[in-house]
């Protein structure tokens, strides 16, 4: 009995190792599944839509969850699932995968990496903020916390995302799989459920040969973005937010908290 449990606490703290510093997102086996079909969802963390998969570790999960016209089904898996999700595909429309981790916890030994994450993150004042607390560069940590959704469609994949009350998410304001995108993907990014606006959202393209082009864009003062998609893309956005925490002993507790959210979607074609 103790291999099993050696094996899940290695699993853990790998995932939690790998986790920080790079996108997480939900990678469907199919984003296109029949209607008495299987849906087959991976969990995936690394950068340039490139990296790991992470098992079904219930430790780590916050909310995971299938919402389709007919409401809302728990993702209750096992152990070391992978893929995560596997479920019956009953209902025929657009199915909506949510999976929210728990926070963790990254410590930062080297103050560069922490210039780097802010800056590709677009935090403009967070390394003045840093000093102006008084905080040292080294030995710091951040909790963070993922919010992830991907879009599958089922049979016809006739429906509409929604806001499902996350911190910070990502919502398609058009179904890809039966809209025309001709003029863009319109997304409305949330943040304490209420529009974010004058916020980056990065947007990588993976091609039918792997090819992955990677593109800025920013909110309007509503909190939206219309981005450029071609067919027969898969697509992740992700915008995430930075918060400083009402500690400033890094020797007490964490500092710093950031929310990734991101979003996962395909371009028939």
């Keep these: 009995m103790r291999l099993p449990i050696l094996l899940a606490a290695m699993v853990t703290a790998f995932s939690t190792a790998m986790a920080k510093a790079h996108e997480f ?11 008495d079909g299987v849906m087959q969802v991976r969990l995936r963390v690394g950068s340039e839509m490139k990296g790991h998969v992470l098992s079904y570790l219930p430790q780590d999960i916050d909310r995971f969850e299938v919402i389709q016209s007919d409401g809302v089904r728990p993702v209750e898996g096992r152990m070391g699932d992978n893929p995560a999700l596997v479920m019956d595909a009953r209902q025929d429309g657009l199915a909506v995968v949510v999976h929210e981790t728990n926070d963790a916890v990254a410590t930062y ?14 935090f403009r ?21 993922r919010h992830a959704k ?36 319109p997304l409305l990014v949330l943040l304490d459920g209420v529009a974010r606006p ?23 003062a509503d909190g939206l973005v219309t981005v450029p998609v071609l067919k027969g893309m898969e697509y992740l956005a992700d915008s995430v937010n930075l918060r400083a925490l009402p500690n400033d002993d890094v020797d007490v507790g964490p500092v710093w908290h950031s929310d990734w959210a991101s979003l996962t979607f395909h371009t028939p074609d």
Excluded: C
């Excluded at 040292?136 to 909790?143: H, I, L, P, V, Y």
């Excluded at 006739?158 to 809209?179: F, H, K, S």
């Design 109 to 122: 030994d080297d103050f560069a990496e922490f210039q780097r994450f802010v800056a590709h993150k677009d």
């Design 25 to 35: 997102w939900l990678s469907p086996e199919d984003y296109t599944v029949a209607r």
């Design 125 to 145: 004042t967070a390394v003045t903020d840093h000093t102006a607390r008084g905080l040292r560069k080294t030995g710091f940590r951040e909790t963070y916390r």
């Design 150 to 185: 991907s879009l599958v469609a089922v049979g016809s994949g006739a429906g509409a995302d929604r806001a499902v009350d996350m911190v910070i998410e990502i919502v398609a304001l058009a179904n890809p799989y039966t809209d025309d995108l001709t003029a863009g993907m």
């Design 198 to 220: 004058d916020a980056q959202l990065e947007l990588f393209q993976t091609s039918p040969d792997g090819t992955v082009t990677i593109t800025l864009h920013r909110t309007d």
